[in-house]
């Protein structure tokens, strides 16, 4: 039996039971859920993911929930080589993460986010490709090698708990776990995208994060807006005036030139090549009838704008009522929390410095301006591929979809990525995964495209075998 059809069997017979329980648990990421260690949804995840992977049929596992004070655990998976391995020390990382977003409103009639619905090849519910499939697809790759008599080298599989939180407890467990971990010469991270369905996509670049809670406060209370309209500044005016300073109205542009950096020219050759594939900007959005995106018409400078630039999103908002509950008051202050996507070499310090500085220097009408830090991480660019990786992407892909690799850098992040790219200098980075064309991860109506999953499982099979064979 082949790699295609042992995944197959693994997918429908033991994984999608599995991840179908997984979706079910609401299990919040600590920054939407600081009790999570009370609430119990983590521990049952964990206990699930953890359980389902100590029953694989793999000679010499070991399964191990490690756990630090006052931090979420992380699941270690340890798989010892099998076949003939060129460097019998060697090991690759293969990465996932178990906890999710929020669940979001907006989800359609018989959906919703712990509510696991099976759609001809769509799994919906809330963390399923976002990341919840990746221990089992990890495992399956390796169980698809085993069974295909080919080779693969020592192989650890870390699933962290704080992903979307910005990996805050990621970097102890690593340090913890160092001497086990040693000197991967391969990474394999499974939280990534797809521009399409029909190939194996390598990610890249990814942009960084930057957020900031920014508050404008004009009063202590609210007045009447007869009384005081005309004479009191109003706190959403001011703040208008504050964001004019770090952003183009007109076109998005940002103005700080913290948050932006010189694009490499093979970068830029790469999403030319690319964008000209997947046509123009907004084509995998679900955009309401007539808007035209930023960039229509010319699909590269979209690429370019969603990757290597930055970009400013408005995510949340304190001190406005609902408008049905909304009186005529000119209300005391106006909050707006902004996320920031950076470029994925720029210096998320120095650009949270630039922001700050921007919105309380000289503040207009002498309002009281609060700036919060809430959150930054560094982007991530991949080192060149070695030959033997160009060559085995392009061998997995023509395996799993009879299409060759491409490569597409990410505008989302994944904030451990920078500090694993620093920790192992020398490694090769495989950064991929099944967040396609309207899979809409963080949004409602997430779903897993089943045979897609299915198919990365048997690609990252193959790079496993190529691997141990370079």
Not at 35 to 55: I, N, Q, S, T
Not at 81 to 105: C, E, F, I, N, W
Not at 189 to 194: I, P, Q, T
Not at 280 to 307: Q, W
């Amino acid at each position: 039996m082949g790699i295609a059809d042992t995944v197959g069997q693994l997918w429908e017979g033991d994984i999608l039971p599995a991840l179908t329980d997984y979706i079910a648990i609401p299990n919040l990421s600590p920054a939407f859920e600081p009790g999570w260690a009370a609430a119990g949804h983590m521990a049952e995840a964990v206990e699930l993911v953890r359980a389902w992977c100590a029953a694989r049929p793999i000679e010499g596992l070991t399964v191990e929930v490690h756990e630090l004070d006052g931090r979420t655990p992380v699941i270690v998976v340890d798989v010892p080589a099998s076949g003939a391995v060129r460097a019998t020390d060697d090991t690759v990382l293969l990465y996932g993460h178990l906890d999710k977003q929020p669940p979001m409103s907006g989800w359609l009639d018989g959906l919703g986010p712990w509510t696991p619905v099976r759609r001809e090849e769509r799994l919906y519910g809330r963390g399923g490709a976002d990341d919840g499939y990746a221990a089992f697809a990890s495992l399956a790759a390796i169980e698809a090698v085993r069974a295909e008599g080919a080779s693969h080298a020592r192989s650890v599989l870390l699933i962290e708990a704080s992903e979307e939180s910005g990996s805050p407890d990621l970097p102890a467990h690593v340090e913890a776990l160092a001497a086990r971990l040693g000197s991967p010469s391969l990474v394999v991270c499974l939280d990534s995208g797809c521009a399409t369905f029909d190939r194996l996509w390598a990610t890249t670049s990814l942009r960084g994060l930057a957020g900031v809670t920014v508050t404008v406060r004009v009063l202590t209370e609210g007045v009447h807006s007869g009384a005081a309209g005309g004479l009191v500044p109003s706190s959403f005016r001011l703040l208008r005036q504050l964001l004019d300073r770090i952003e183009d109205a007109t076109t998005g542009q940002l103005l700080l030139p913290e948050l932006h950096v010189d694009i490499p020219p093979d970068r830029v050759a790469e999403l030319t090549a690319t964008a000209t594939e997947l046509g123009g900007p907004g084509a995998r959005f679900p955009l309401v009838p007539g808007l035209v995106p930023s960039h229509a018409g010319d699909p590269a400078a979209g690429l370019l704008a969603r990757t290597w630039q930055p970009a400013l999103a408005y995510i949340g908002a304190d001190g406005l009522p609902p408008t049905g509950q909304a009186g005529n008051v000119l209300r005391p202050s106006t909050t707006l929390g902004l996320s920031f996507r950076l470029p994925p070499t720029a210096d998320p310090d120095a650009a949270i410095d630039a922001i700050e500085r921007a919105l309380t220097i000289d503040p207009p009408s002498g309002a009281e301006v609060t700036v919060e830090h809430d959150h930054s991480a560094a982007g991530w660019a991949a080192p060149a591929f070695a030959p033997w990786l160009t060559r085995a992407l392009d061998e997995a892909s023509q395996a799993a979809w009879g299409q060759s690799a491409r490569t597409i850098g990410e505008g989302g992040s994944i904030p451990f990525m920078g500090m694993l790219g620093e920790r192992f200098p020398t490694a090769q980075f495989v950064v991929t995964g099944v967040l396609g064309p309207g899979t809409n991860a963080h949004g409602p109506n997430e779903y897993l495209h089943v045979p897609y999953a299915t198919a990365l499982t048997g690609a990252v099979a193959h790079l496993l075998a190529a691997h141990a064979r370079r």
